[in-house]
């Protein structure tokens, strides 16, 4: 940047009034100096040096527009900014009214806003020229914006920053505020190879700077490499030992060092012999009805739940009489049956008194289950006819010939 080259600070802001002061410069006050479109295309400007020029622009329209004069061309060689730091407009060829010339106008002040690169004043200045309908409003408010970036008693020291810039574009440069000109400052050629007009970096003291710290991506493949690395030292030795271990086995498979014997192998435990399957249990035949005579019927469940086999098993029995039958008593007795043998164990006789004209007669009794896989229980009356129950089974369900048991085979 210009500024840069110069010594200027980019951003020299100083609070000030709006200016009262009668615009002075006509269009025949131009003298030396250069284009401001060339002015702009290599120097960026602060935003008290854009004010000043915007300041100075309003200035010399409404001066023309005092002698009758509406400036038609604003671009190129008609708008000058000279030596001493001021622009100057050539009204040369000018318009019937301010209407003809209201965009041109507009365009001039925000080239030169624009190039500052502050958006406040450039926002403050499209406002006034968004607000104005005639030159003297546009003049009065584009003033009143550019005044807060200048101060008066500064607009001295600012002219001489804008003619120290008009300097060093015509190709020499000049002292800025009784400073000594430098002698490496690059000098402006036809083919203008100017400086670039980029931003800088801020400059600071070392002390104002942050400390940068590592992206947070570079720290974790760090600590995943960390981690690698460790996991590597520690499974290397063991890795190695094996690998060299394959090695020499297979480089020098007779290496004394090796036991090549083959430890004795123990017979296999022998086969064990299949088991014979389980056979089915058979049918109960009491060969008794299940009525008979006085008696309409006979049943036999366990009173005191299921039984087991080895073990005293209590049954309830219920015999149904006919009650025009006068009967007296009921003898029965608990069978047990082996399903697997087919023996049959009678039980002790039981006799029941019966009531005249009673519907039923019913007793508890108890009998020893023998040993067995599948047994069954049925109650048998024999007074006063012969019935049999349905047998119950023990155990009720699952009930198996298991080969060698004890009774099998009788």
Not at 77 to 95: F, H, R, Y
Not at 293 to 309: D, H, K, L, R, Y
Not at 355 to 361: N, Q, T
Request: hydrophobic share 40%; charged share 20%; aromatic share 4%.
């Amino acid at each position: 940047m210009i500024e840069a080259v110069l010594g200027i600070h980019a951003r020299d802001y100083e609070p000030v009034e709006v200016r009262s002061v009668p615009p002075t410069r006509t269009d025949d006050d131009a003298g030396g100096g250069v284009e401001l479109g060339r002015l702009l295309a290599v120097a960026t400007l602060t935003p008290a040096q854009a004010a000043l020029l915007v300041t100075d622009t309003v200035d010399q329209l409404e001066l023309a527009h005092t002698r009758g004069h509406h400036p038609i061309r604003l671009r190129g060689d008609a708008v000058m900014v000279s030596e001493d730091g001021q622009l100057t407009i050539d009204c040369v060829k000018t318009a019937g009214s301010w209407d003809e010339v209201r965009d041109a106008t507009a365009g001039l002040l925000r080239r030169i806003v624009t190039n500052c690169r502050n958006e406040a004043l450039e926002e403050r200045v499209n406002a006034a020229i968004a607000e104005s309908s005639d030159l003297v409003g546009l003049a009065r408010r584009v003033r009143y914006a550019a005044a807060t970036e200048f101060d008066e008693t500064e607009v001295g020291r600012k002219r001489s920053q804008i003619a120290a810039l008009v300097s060093v574009v015509k190709g020499h440069a000049r002292p800025v505020d009784g400073t000594a000109e430098r002698a490496d400052v690059p000098r402006v050629t036809e083919e203008r190879t100017f400086v670039p007009n980029r931003r800088r970096p801020p400059a600071g003291t070392v002390w104002h700077r942050k400390k940068r710290r590592l992206p947070r991506r570079r720290t974790v493949i760090a600590l995943v490499a960390i981690i690698a690395l460790v996991g590597l030292a520690w499974v290397a030795p063991a890795a190695w030992s094996e690998l060299n271990r394959g090695w020499h086995t297979l480089l020098d498979p007779v290496d004394s060092s090796m036991d090549d014997r083959i430890d004795p192998v123990s017979p296999p435990p022998p086969v064990p012999e299949a088991a014979p399957e389980a056979g089915v249990p058979g049918p109960v035949d009491t060969g008794l009805p299940a009525n008979a005579g006085p008696i309409t019927q006979v049943a036999a469940s366990f009173a005191n739940g299921p039984c087991e086999p080895g073990r005293s098993c209590t049954v309830r029995v219920d015999v149904g009489l006919d009650p025009a039958a006068n009967i007296g008593a009921v003898t029965w007795n608990l069978t047990v049956y082996d399903r697997c043998t087919g023996v049959t164990l009678p039980g002790g006789a039981i006799t029941l008194p019966v009531p005249a004209g009673s519907p039923e007669a019913y007793g508890i009794g108890s009998v020893d289950m023998p040993p067995g896989s599948a047994l069954a229980v049925a109650a048998v009356t024999t007074v006063p006819a012969a019935a049999a129950s349905e047998p119950v089974y023990v155990p009720t369900e699952n009930a198996a010939c298991v080969p060698g048991g004890s009774r099998d085979g009788g």
